[in-house]
């Protein structure tokens, strides 16, 4: 623009020559047009390296962690240029800005040459040569770094060294896996294998045809081998092809002929009869509907059967509907119920007989076969279901017999829980009148079973004489099941009764509400006594054992080979009753009938030997009253025990109660209650009588160490008030002051002692004296003030107590000089010299021994003096290391003597023949 005005200027010959400094007219756009093409190219580079590092790259590589590193290397590019802490178009920083473009340049450099490696290394472990190839497509289409153009053209060699990796990994799979292809799951086994094969081929199909449209694939001689190496799989995979198609179109028409020939219905192992049409039949099928969508011939029979297979399902379909209506028909039938309808079940026999030895898959009388056979199925269905109707009633009316309850605990515990307490006769009453509705009841069902069989009769037979020849079996079979009926219901009376009773057979304990509420007292020292007595519930609960048993009476039996009841006897029993012919001896005669009699009764009696057992639980607190309580407690007490012997004993009974606390005040026993509050009532009152006894002589000797402490502050302080005139005078003073220093723990303790016995006592009730508590509390503060007095009494003493200490400060630095000498002298010329034989070591030792013992006397009345003025204990480390050296040494001497003089025992033996070895072995072991 300014040159063209210029131009203008000076062609229109005005004005001068129109000039202007270009430098200062410039200058600052030019540089700031400079700094953009700078920032401008800074772009580019990131971009080109986006375009590098995309999702192609990523999908080839499969290392998405470290492309993603590079992008960040990447994004970082642009941080210093955002972030230029100066104005980027003013010239004066011009240096810094070229800087920061340097350093641009060699981060750009240094993400180039990752770029270049890792593409390198990716392709030299290509994942997908398809993959491959196309991120090479994709890099011709795309712009991006010069150096990384022409690196990724020279890639091609790689992409076609990967596609013969994935020919000979396709070839690998082919030949492993070519005789037990993986077939899709609906696919049959030929058509399913060569779709095999063909998908594996297309693996490397599709890439070697992507690769074909690259020049370098036919003028490189990596492509050549490729290409041959691909053409040499794809014939030995249609080889295979042929072959599997071959086998199966060779024999597929003579199989299917002979399955066609097969009857339409067979028997299998189990006799059982079932379709004759063969599975594979339906495999032919299939695969001749594959084979032909993948473009293969199809055999003529093949193909005729492929055309019928809708029919075949529908004869098949149809065949097995009707087996397994009969089979529904006829397999759930009793034994009992097939033999009285065996004409019927003949006579549908005779219509499969057909399908089992004429009629095969070619032939036209199928679907007719199959209509005659549904009818007559239908028609055994509809038989049946009018023989069923009164079977299943008479089915209803036995089974409800052994199902009843003769005797329902539920009534009598009704009535208990109600509130009302039942006595013996009550419970008798109600249990008989429950029996006898039942019976009644039950009776009335029985009487309906004749006239139902009779119906039966008129269906199978077309009679109705209740005495059909045909249905003897039937009538049996009823009246066994009528038995079973009758032992079930007694069985049943008699464990509810023992449910009732709280009876188990054995012999365990069942949870159900007690009849009978006794109640229990003490007897001591040993017994316990219950009342009122077991006799007369006895005999109550035999009545009623007997009479459920009875209840068979009721039900009189059939005349042989029918269902018609016997009339009425003449036979009379002892009371004048008519005696029906019933099930009464028949149920007698069943063992687990007389086994569960038995049961009751001996339930019964063993709720006597229960009583025993549980009576235990309460004997063991009769302990309490074994011994008579005064002198055992005194006995105790001329011992002198501690507080806590005393707390222990009367712990031990005050235990007890908590403990009966605990015992139930009423328990079940078999089928009684028994109250137990009286026998708990009198284990707590005399337990507490126990922890009383022991606690008035605990007080005593409580009471007792109170006034020996109270007297001995009393001494002290007497003691402790004296004037001091001589020497003696004040030793004895500060004797008594050392005494109660001395003294605190021992007289804190009798204190202590004495309050825990106080505390022990107020702990279990134990009543005291009025004010002994008070005097015992008193006594710790008394003490206090006597070390007060006693230390008073010392600082007022101290001047001469600082003059005698004097001097026994100066006695103990002397022993401690003469301690030093003596382990001098005990290590250079007393026994712990190492040169020293062993006798005279022991001779030495003894001599030392005495001087120590003196030193160590010496010792003790220095310790004692420091202690009476109040000096610290000097420590004297060197009489210590004295007596631990001599110490050790007499252990080793006096083991050193006893073996001389065992070894002068041993020597006196004068004959070898005389000397004991065992007696020498034995010696030496204890030694060692």
């Not at 109640?519 to 040993?526: K, L, Q, Y």
């Not at 019933?582 to 009699?597: G, H, I, R, W, Y």
């Not at 109250?675 to 284990?683: A, F, L, P, Q, T």
């Amino acid at each position: 623009t300014y040159f063209s005005v210029r131009a203008k200027i000076e062609e229109s010959g005005r004005d001068q020559r129109w000039e202007w400094d270009r430098r200062r007219l410039f200058d600052r756009t030019s540089y700031i047009s400079a700094r953009c093409g700078d920032l401008i190219k800074a772009a580019g580079v990131v971009q080109d390296f986006y375009n590098i590092l995309g999702p192609e790259l990523k999908a080839v590589s499969g290392d998405v962690e470290r492309i993603n590193d590079v992008i960040g290397r990447v994004d970082k590019l642009v941080h210093p240029l955002e972030s230029v802490p100066f104005d980027v178009f003013d010239r004066r920083f011009q240096a810094s800005w070229e800087a920061v473009m340097h350093r641009l340049d060699l981060d750009v450099q240094e993400i180039e040459d990752m770029t270049k490696s890792f593409i390198d290394a990716s392709f030299k472990k290509l994942r997908s040569a398809e993959g491959a190839f196309k991120v090479l497509v994709h890099f011709k289409e795309i712009k991006s770094r010069d150096s990384i153009e022409r690196l990724m053209l020279e890639k091609f060699s790689d992409i076609v060294k990967r596609l013969m990796v994935e020919i000979e990994q396709v070839r690998s799979i082919f030949e492993d896996r070519k005789d037990d292809p993986p077939i899709s799951r609906n696919m049959p086994p030929v058509a399913g294998a060569i779709q095999w094969s063909r998908l594996l081929f297309k693996r490397v199909k599709s890439v070697m045809l992507l690769l074909n449209t690259h020049d370098a694939m036919k003028s490189t001689e990596e492509g050549s081998i490729a290409t041959k190496n691909y053409i040499a799989l794809g014939r030995e995979m249609r080889a295979y092809e042929q072959d599997l198609y071959n086998g199966w179109s060779a024999e597929v028409d003579e199989r299917a002929l002979q399955m066609l020939k097969r009857h339409v219905l067979e028997r299998d192992q189990d006799g059982k009869v079932v379709v004759g049409f063969d599975p594979q039949l339906s495999e032919i099928v299939a695969e001749s509907l594959q084979l032909d969508r993948l473009g293969l011939t199809v055999p003529q029979t093949a193909l005729n059967v492929s055309l019928q297979d809708s029919k075949f399902k529908l004869y098949v379909s149809g065949l097995e509907d009707s087996l397994a209506a009969y089979a529904a028909a006829t397999e759930t039938l009793d034994s009992e119920i097939q033999i009285l309808v065996s004409a019927k079940l003949a006579d549908l026999q005779e219509l499969l007989k057909p399908g089992l030895e004429a009629l095969n898959w070619n032939s036209l009388g199928i679907q007719d076969f199959v209509r005659t056979l549904r009818q007559g199925v239908s028609g055994f269905e509809a038989f049946m279901q009018g023989v069923n109707k009164s079977v299943q009633s008479i089915e209803k009316i036995v089974s409800g017999m052994s199902d009843f309850k003769l005797l329902d605990p539920k009534v009598v515990t009704a009535k208990m829980n109600s509130g009302e307490q039942l006595d013996l006769s009550e419970f008798q009453e109600t249990v008989e009148r429950t029996r006898q509705e039942s019976v009644d009841l039950l009776v009335e069902r029985y009487n309906q079973i004749t006239p139902l069989l009779i119906k039966v009769e008129e269906l199978v037979v077309g009679t109705s004489t209740g005495r059909a020849v045909v249905m003897r079996p039937y009538y049996e079979y009823w009246e066994r099941r009528i038995f079973s009926a009758l032992v079930q219901l007694v069985l049943q009376a008699m464990a509810d009764l023992m449910k009732l009773l709280c009876l188990s057979k054995e012999g365990k304990d069942i949870k159900a509400d007690p009849l009978i509420k006794v109640f229990a007292a003490t007897d001591p020292p040993e017994n316990l006594s219950i009342s009122p007595s077991l006799k007369d519930t006895k005999s109550t609960i035999d009545k009623i054992r007997q009479h459920i048993f009875d209840s068979c009476k009721s039900f009189v039996r059939w005349m042989r080979f029918s269902c018609i009841q016997v009339p009425k006897q003449e036979v009379k029993d002892e009371d004048g009753d008519e005696v029906p012919y019933s099930f009464l001896n028949d149920v007698a005669e069943v063992p687990e009938v007389m086994k569960t009699l038995w049961y009751v009764q001996n339930g019964v009696n063993r709720t006597t030997d229960l009583l025993d057992k549980v009576e235990k639980r309460y004997k063991k607190f009769f302990w309490l009253w074994r011994e008579e309580r005064n002198s055992v407690v005194d006995k105790f007490a001329k011992k002198s025990p501690t507080c806590l012997q005393y707390d222990e004993k009367m712990r031990q009974y005050a235990k007890v109660e908590p403990k009966a606390s605990k015992l139930p005040e009423e328990l079940q026993v078999g089928f009684l209650t028994v109250s137990y509050v009286s026998v708990i009532s009198d284990i707590k009152e005399r337990a507490k009588s126990w922890v009383q006894a022991y606690g008035r002589n605990l007080r005593d000797s409580g009471m007792s160490i109170a006034q020996a402490v109270h007297d001995r502050i009393a001494s002290y302080r007497d003691e402790l008030s004296k004037n001091p005139e001589t020497l003696e005078d004040l030793k004895a003073l500060l004797n008594t002051i050392t005494i109660v220093l001395d003294s605190t723990n021992e007289i804190e303790l009798m204190i202590d002692d004495c309050s825990e016995r106080y505390r022990t006592l107020e702990e279990f009730d134990v009543t005291v004296a009025d004010g002994e508590a008070q005097m015992v509390e008193s006594l710790g503060s008394e003490w206090d003030r006597l070390i007060e007095l006693a230390k008073e009494t010392g600082r007022n003493s101290a001047k001469i107590r600082r003059k005698f200490a004097k001097v026994t400060q100066d006695q103990v630095t002397a022993f401690v000089d003469e301690s030093t000498e003596l382990l001098t002298q005990i290590r250079e010329s007393g026994p712990a010299n190492p040169e020293l034989e062993l006798d005279d070591a022991v001779v030495k030792h003894e001599e030392f021994d005495t001087i120590l013992v003196a030193k160590r006397q010496t010792r003790e009345q220095l310790v004692l003096a420091q202690k009476l003025f109040g000096l610290e204990i000097t420590p004297t480390p060197d009489f210590k290391k004295c007596e631990d050296i001599m110490e050790h040494l007499g252990r080793v001497l006096g083991l050193y003597k006893e073996f001389k003089e065992a070894e002068a025992g041993w020597s006196g033996t004068l004959f070898f023949g005389e000397l004991d070895m065992d007696v020498l072995n034995t010696g030496v072991e204890e030694f060692v």
